[in-house]
């Protein structure tokens, strides 16, 4: 009896040279013939069995009853095995998960060789991509991913309040001083902030006029007692903000390693030390030389204008773009030095003899630049016809330089904003008035698929060959 097919040992487990299957709960009456067509998949393999325990070997159970082999696995995936066995081709759907599908067919012992050509190419080439998927997805999914943890911490840093003596009142401040639209005196103090810093920038460039500036009688350059007064109060409310922020922060000790609070001191510093060398100056004339030092500390006010990203999602989303983004950045300024120093070796090769703005590499150099960044001043041009050809060569060659970098550049500008969006809204709809109780609404599903996601991802880029490759290379071997 061992040497006997299962058919010969127990005729009554075929109907009418048919077996009966129930995958995951669909129930199917299948052809023998139909499935000794494709011998080595496995129900194929099945009608070979020549006791129970091979049969078990293939299938999950199996109901002496009901004859019916029981196998546990996605019936959602099955009738497209259906469709193999009837049609001899396997096709697949864009909504499938391909990992799930190549697993599927690879359990039923059907290779890949075997995807029609209309879905071949499209399938192989999302097996072998596994991280290339739609922009916008991704940078919304980072996106929750990263803002949740800055929700966290944002939460983290509000707690620290409950413990400190003044906790309520002084966490109410912070938030008024940290999100502009957190409430209306909020607003309020962003809004005479924003003009404060516009005031002030303004009247550091009005001071540079000749029509605003006075005079002494000795025909000294004197200080405008209108912009004066506007630099003082300026100044009095940027330190006001200062250290008021510093007072109610929850954390003393990291307060000025958050980037915009090294912005407002940067921003009121210069004038401090202006007055600090002042007066050391005229106290000591052998030191009348450091008067230069305080006007080049005079022009370093123009930083007050970053005070605005405090305010402003975009200037805030720019500065994490930029600190995210030093390898663009570093292939752009490599694009552009490689462009720059052929393009200015060749033009210097074509108009030194002719054109006297041309006749140096490094003149050239600040030729090319202009040109590659199509900036154009128009200061030096080339004269001859190979020199303007080179020219045109040159901008060309600059605008797909700059365009491919900024490109990816702009996809994580984009990112970082939406986060910056996402957590703002985060940050105004929280509420204190009764302590903390609870984190804000946030998406947990979306954060935790996310990291399964990325799991997934850096475990398929470490083992790009799946199993059904494998089996496919046993049977071509």
């Known amino acids: 009896m061992t040497g006997q097919s299962l058919e010969e040992l127990n005729g009554s487990h075929f109907e009418d040279n048919a077996i009966r299957i129930n995958v995951g709960g669909f129930k199917k009456r299948l052809l023998s013939n139909m499935l000794s067509r494709f011998p080595e998949t496995r129900l194929a393999r099945l009608l070979r069995c020549q006791s129970k325990e091979s049969i078990l070997e293939l299938c999950d159970d199996y109901d002496d009853m009901e004859k019916e082999f029981y196998f546990d696995r996605n019936p959602a995936l099955f009738p497209y095995v259906l469709n193999f066995y009837n049609t001899g081709r396997l096709h697949v759907m864009a909504e499938l998960c391909i990992f799930s599908f190549s697993q599927e067919i690879e359990y039923w012992g059907i290779n890949e060789f075997f995807i029609d050509s209309c879905c071949s190419n499209a399938y192989h080439c999302r097996k072998m991509e596994p991280g290339r998927e739609d922009w916008d997805e991704k940078s919304e999914e980072g996106s929750t991913a990263s803002s949740f943890d800055e929700i966290l911490d944002f939460y983290t840093d509000a707690t620290k309040f409950d413990k400190q003596p003044l906790g309520s009142v002084r966490r109410r401040v912070w938030l008024m001083l940290d999100n502009p639209g957190y409430s209306i005196a909020s607003r309020i103090i962003s809004i005479l902030s924003i003009l404060v810093v516009l005031g002030s920038i303004a009247t550091m460039c009005m001071n540079s006029m000749t029509e605003f500036t006075l005079h002494d009688s000795q025909g000294q350059p004197l200080e405008d007692p209108r912009f004066e007064t506007i630099?003082?109060?300026?100044?009095?409310?940027?330190?006001?903000?200062?250290?008021?922020?510093?007072?109610?922060?929850?954390?003393?000790?990291?307060?000025?390693?958050?980037?915009?609070?090294?912005?407002?001191?940067?921003?009121?510093?210069?004038?401090?030390?202006?007055?600090?060398?002042?007066?050391?100056?005229?106290?000591?004339?052998?030191?009348?030389?450091?008067?230069?030092?305080?006007?080049?500390?005079?022009?370093?006010?123009?930083?007050?204008?970053?005070?605005?990203?405090?305010?402003?999602?975009?200037?805030?989303?720019?500065?994490?773009?930029?600190?995210?983004?030093?390898?663009?950045?570093?292939?752009?300024m490599l694009y552009l030095a490689v462009g720059v120093s052929f393009f200015s070796v060749m033009v210097y090769t074509i108009e030194k003899e002719d054109n006297e703005s041309l006749t140096t590499i490094p003149a050239c150099w600040w030729w090319a630049t202009v040109s590659m960044t199509t900036v154009g001043y128009g200061d030096v041009v080339p004269g001859s016809i190979a020199g303007k050809l080179t020219a045109s060569a040159c901008i060309l060659a600059g605008i797909l330089v700059v365009v491919l970098p900024i490109t990816l550049i702009f996809n994580k500008f984009s990112q970082f904003y939406k986060r910056q969006k996402q957590l703002e809204i985060a940050m105004r709809s929280c509420d204190f008035d009764e302590g903390i109780k609870e984190v804000p609404s946030v998406n947990l599903r979306n954060y935790y698929a996310h990291k399964v996601k990325s799991l997934m991802a850096s475990l398929s880029n470490m083992s790009r060959s799946s199993p059904s490759e494998h089996s496919l290379n046993e049977s071509i071997n």
């Open 231 to 332: 630099e003082h109060f300026g100044i009095g409310w940027f330190t006001f903000e200062l250290i008021a922020r510093f007072v109610v922060a929850p954390d003393l000790l990291h307060f000025f390693e958050h980037p915009l609070n090294l912005i407002d001191l940067v921003s009121i510093l210069p004038f401090y030390l202006t007055l600090v060398i002042n007066m050391v100056a005229e106290s000591s004339p052998a030191l009348t030389n450091l008067g230069r030092v305080a006007q080049v500390l005079r022009l370093m006010r123009i930083f007050r204008i970053l005070k605005l990203a405090r305010h402003s999602t975009g200037l805030r989303s720019l500065g994490a773009t930029l600190k995210n983004s030093y390898k663009e950045v570093g292939l752009l």
